[in-house]
């Protein structure tokens, strides 16, 4: 009898602990339920930025996060992740979790990079989801004032007898800048060396310098030297003049026609990102971009802003690609 009683009371007590444990686990469920539960966002979001400080990207992302902080009601952080082509934050993000808290300020060259290197560590079309583009902002074709040139024309004149003497900067291989100069040399007929940096901001160091004469940064970054006089700016690239310097022909009008190339950035999160989230940073991004301050810092700055939706951004994703890869093959560049 003794026996069955303590066989009893091991049992009952067996029963207590696994009713314990059980409640234990399904209050730790609950919890873990309430904090997903919690609206977006419940902390710090991070905008990497794949460029060196001081180039269109960052400048760019550096105007937007504070505003976006406010609306988000949560700090919006700008992290630069430089480096092989803008490949090392793209994969960054790409391989973040797809919570909305790691966010890609993606630039032209998530769009070039398919056809400028053989393998790329994430497919740009697949890899994200994009949220919206932020700006489309002309490049700016700037010289150091000791090149003895004043306008587009008299630069083609002045290199078109000196093939492979002329430098100029880019922010990268592959970069904007880069393929932007390249799409002029082959319309204008002359040729030029590429001497390449780790971002717009180190290239144009070296360009104000005098260590490198010609580069093709975006307004955001060459505009300021322009203004100030340290260097020489012959034209905008883009279809039309910029509004913010409507003093400044396009090169197209400047002397070679049916030249146009346009920057762009935008931001980008991990594919597989709820929609909610993509719904409610589309939102807070283009009521930024619509607020009065910055929206006329941008505009003074020679870069419109846009606002697309996250569908018209994967649209226009796709025909960059393609337009992208057939300057790359026009200018028999071949993928590194």
Known sequence: MRTGRKERKAQEGWIKFIIHQSSFIIGCALAAGIAGAQPFPSRAVRFVVPSAPGGGTDITARIVAPKLSELLGQQVVVENRAGAGTMIGGEVVARAAPDGYTLLVGISTLA?????????????????????????????????????????????AFARPRPGQLLFASAGVGTNPHLSVELFQSLAG?????????????????????QVPVMMPSILTGLPHAKSGRLRALGVTGAQRAAGVPDIPTIAEAGVPGYEAVQWFGVLAPAGTPRAIVTRLHGEIVRTLQAGD?????????????????????????????????????????PE
Do not use: C
């Open 190 to 210: 002359i040729k030029l060396i590429h001497v390449p940096y780790k971002g717009s901001g180190q290239g144009i160091v070296d360009v104000v310098a005098g």
């Open 294 to 334: 910055v929206r006329e810092r941008l505009l003074a700055d020679g870069a419109d802003p846009v606002g697309s939706t996250p569908e018209e951004f994967a649209a226009f994703l796709r025909t960059e690609t393609s337009k992208w890869a057939k300057v790359v093959k026009d200018a028999a560049i071949q």
């Open 112 to 156: 070039i990079n398919p056809a400028m290197y053989r393998k790329v560590p994430y497919d740009a079309l697949k890899d994200f989801a994009p949220i919206s583009q932020l700006v489309a902002t002309a490049n700016l074709l700037v010289t150091h004032p000791s090149l003895p040139v004043r306008s587009v024309k008299d630069l083609i």
